[in-house]
């Protein structure tokens, strides 16, 4: 526990001296709150048209007009964004021959493995946390339903950790980081529009609902947790992780 | 202590290493020579647990690297061919990142961060990023995280490339002076740097263990020769298959 320790702190300390993390926790909470911005500011202007429509403006609700929105497309800004915060997870290791350290201090691949996957999960929360005091700021001026935002964070958490472990692997295939974002990047971008394929066929349609990202955010982010949505997360990146750890070890033999 | 058994490395269908079989006894400082893409850096990558060999193994102080690599790598420091060094780091986070995970602790940890810096000659730059120090003190860096936690196995891959005169004496010294209880094994291109500091000298040549002894029994073999005059013997002798 003490050698993953070590390695999320010098990974942690490898994010935060240069200025990817910055970077990419700026750009994160720059662009959602933009966002957010226009929802809300589209939302009030909905509010006041339908003032003098009773039935419409019962109809009218914070979470379903806001907030499922945004943490939808929290979603996709993390699709684009994560993929450049894992790149450099392994593949710099190698072009810095510092993996020659890494596999030859007395360290286990699985230990090797979570430090990184850890620290990179800190900086997701870091990226997720700084989101919450404009996220939160409707509530000091009406009343939303918390559950969903809360489901919404817990969706956007998972969602993020999944994709840090596809990452994760990503960058385990190549000493070349851009190769290792763009390819992480296209993988989930195409595991999150395969179930439109179900739009024109019924082959293997529970399948590739099963397998997309969209079907499965969708729930959380409208507030509803269901045990199978959380397990595909939970199971797609113990996946990531463990195809990470089968690279290192077929490495072994190979370098 | 160092043992290998009929050590190999295939890369596909070349033979970097062929059945390599030294043993090399406790307090040895050995000098392993031979031409470049002979088998030194893949030989010290499968000591080192960084390779897994095709077949044949490796012993580290009894320990076989292969079976329990977790253990044989806490008796190891190992200086890679390119300094393995984060840039992003300053030198002395990164000795503290070694040293934590060669299960160095609190008060101890920063007495031995403290005393290799000042073997190393590294003070100055202490307090600096990796990025921003010359080539010498990298390579100073890189041995300093290898001593660190006082290893009974010291590997170096071409300690002494890329310093100048007055580091390479430096480091020369250091080395000796690390030995005694240690096995070193260091490989290099400079001959005169096997004369100063090794007793032991391995000559490797396409992948095979030519020559393996002390530096005197060797010279004897070859009727008092220069160390050139052994080594070019040495590597020009027709390889066996």
């Known amino acids: 526990m003490r050698n993953v320790w070590a390695i999320v702190k010098k990974e942690l300390k490898i994010y935060f001296s240069s200025p990817t993390a910055y970077i990419i926790s700026a750009l994160?909470?720059?662009?959602?709150?933009?966002?957010?911005?226009?929802?809300?500011?589209?939302?009030?202007?909905?509010?006041?048209?339908?003032g003098n429509n009773p039935y419409f403006s019962s109809r009218l609700n914070l979470n379903q007009y806001v907030y499922s929105p945004f943490f939808s497309n929290a979603?996709?800004?993390?699709?684009?964004?994560?993929?450049?915060?894992?790149?450099?997870?392994?593949?710099?290791?190698?072009?810095?021959?510092?993996?020659?350290?890494?596999?030859?201090?007395?360290?286990?691949?699985?230990?090797?493995?979570?430090?990184?996957?850890?620290?990179?999960?800190?900086?997701?929360?870091?990226?997720?946390?700084?989101?919450?005091?404009?996220?939160?700021?409707?509530?000091?001026?009406?009343?939303?339903?918390l559950a969903p935002v809360l489901t919404g964070y817990l969706g956007i958490f998972l969602l993020g950790a999944a994709f840090i472990a596809f990452g994760l692997f990503a960058s385990s295939l190549t000493e070349n980081q851009i190769v290792?974002?763009?390819?992480?990047?296209?993988?989930?971008?195409?595991?999150?529009?395969?179930?439109?394929?179900?739009?024109?066929?019924?082959?293997?349609?529970?399948?590739?609902?099963?397998?997309?990202?969209?079907?499965?955010?969708?729930?959380?982010?409208?507030?509803?947790?269901?045990?199978?949505?959380?397990?595909?997360?939970?199971?797609?990146?113990?996946?990531?992780?463990?195809?990470?750890?089968?690279?290192?070890?077929?490495?072994?033999?190979?370098? | 202590m160092i043992r290998t058994e009929n050590l190999t490395k295939f890369y596909g269908e070349i033979r970097a290493v062929y059945r390599l079989n030294?043993?090399?006894?406790?307090?040895?400082?050995?000098?392993?020579?031979?031409?470049?893409?002979?088998?030194?850096?893949?030989?010290?990558?499968?000591?080192?647990?960084?390779?897994?060999?095709?077949?044949?193994?490796?012993?580290?102080?009894?320990?076989?690297?292969?079976?329990?690599?977790?253990?044989?790598?806490?008796?190891?420091?190992?200086?890679?061919?390119?300094?393995?060094?984060?840039?992003?780091?300053?030198?002395?986070?990164?000795?503290e990142f070694v040293g934590q995970v060669k299960g160095l602790r609190g008060k101890e940890l920063k007495n031995r961060i403290e005393e290799v810096v000042e073997k190393t000659g590294l003070e100055k730059v202490a307090d600096r990023l990796i990025r921003n120090i010359s080539k010498g003190y990298r390579q100073r860096v890189g041995i300093a995280q290898a001593i660190l936690a006082d290893p009974k196995v010291l590997i170096l891959d071409e300690p002494t490339i890329g310093l100048d005169p007055k580091e390479i004496v430096e480091i020369r010294q250091l080395i000796k002076s690390l030995a005694g209880k240690r096995t070193v094994i260091l490989s290099t291109h400079i001959l005169q740097e096997v004369t100063s500091i090794c007793d032991t000298i391995a000559i490797i040549n396409e992948g095979r263990l030519i020559e393996f002894g002390k530096i005197e029994?060797?010279?004897?073999?070859?009727?008092?020769?220069?160390?050139?005059?052994?080594?070019?013997?040495?590597?020009?002798?027709?390889?066996?298959?």
């Open chain 1, 28 to 50: 994160f909470v720059l662009i959602t709150g933009f966002m957010f911005y226009v929802m809300v500011s589209n939302f009030s202007i909905l509010s006041v048209q339908a």
């Open chain 1, 75 to 145: 979603a996709i800004i993390l699709l684009l964004l994560l993929p450049v915060l894992t790149m450099r997870l392994f593949a710099e290791e190698k072009r810095q021959h510092t993996d020659e350290l890494l596999f030859t201090l007395p360290l286990t691949n699985t230990q090797i493995i979570l430090g990184k996957y850890i620290a990179s999960l800190v900086v997701l929360l870091v990226m997720i946390v700084a989101t919450v005091p404009y996220a939160f700021y409707p509530f000091f001026l009406t009343k939303p339903e």
């Open chain 1, 180 to 255: 290792a974002a763009v390819f992480s990047f296209g993988i989930l971008l195409l595991l999150w529009l395969i179930y439109w394929l179900t739009y024109v066929s019924s082959f293997l349609k529970g399948f590739l609902k099963y397998i997309s990202f969209f079907s499965h955010f969708d729930n959380l982010a409208r507030g509803v947790v269901d045990t199978s949505d959380l397990v595909f997360y939970i199971s797609f990146a113990f996946v990531g992780l463990f195809l990470t750890y089968a690279i290192l070890e077929v490495r072994r033999w190979w370098r």
């Open chain 2, 22 to 95: 030294m043993e090399v006894p406790e307090g040895t400082i050995l000098g392993f020579l031979g031409p470049n893409g002979a088998g030194k850096t893949t030989t010290m990558r499968m000591l080192t647990g960084y390779t897994t060999p095709s077949f044949g193994k490796a012993e580290i102080v009894g320990i076989e690297i292969q079976k329990e690599p977790i253990k044989a790598k806490r008796l190891i420091g190992y200086l890679p061919e390119v300094p393995p060094l984060y840039p992003e780091l300053k030198v002395r986070s990164f000795l």
């Open chain 2, 217 to 241: 029994e060797i010279e004897k073999k070859y009727g008092s020769a220069s160390l050139e005059e052994i080594y070019i013997s040495a590597i020009s002798k027709e390889v066996k298959a």
